[in-house]
């Protein structure tokens, strides 16, 4: 079964930068779109910003211009520019099924153990 690490977090002022990293291992031929998600208050986990297995990302608006997410492979990360409060989350990885038939993949969905950012004022 495939198995998503995290790595990256910590805590930087208003302004500053992370990289978050999240690296598949073990059986990743079921894998197609990996993302980002961070835990909503009282909601559901939010995507932040998701890529194709031939690099199409996506962002959601509150981070678009700020965040940039790249792939290698079945790794990707997550550059997250000028970081404001707001931002403070636990960040989590996720990575999707392809078209192989959900028989063959039932253990995906598959989430990261989350990253936790914190951006002080």
């Known amino acids: 079964q495939a198995q998503l690490v995290e790595s990256g977090g910590g805590s930087v002022q208003t302004g500053g930068s992370l990289r978050l990293s999240c690296a598949a291992s073990g059986d990743t031929s079921c894998i197609a779109a990996m993302g980002w998600y961070r835990q909503v208050p009282g909601m559901d986990r939010e995507l932040v910003a998701v890529?194709?297995?031939?690099?199409i990302a996506t962002y959601a608006d509150s981070v678009r211009g700020r965040f940039t997410i790249s792939r290698e492979n079945n790794k990707i990360y997550l550059k997250m520019n000028n970081l404001k409060p707001a931002d403070t989350d636990v960040y989590y990885c996720n990575a999707a099924a392809n078209n192989r038939p959900a028989h063959r993949c039932p253990h995906i969905p598959i989430w990261g153990q989350g990253a936790q950012v914190t951006v002080s004022s």
């Open positions: 890529i194709t297995s031939g690099g």
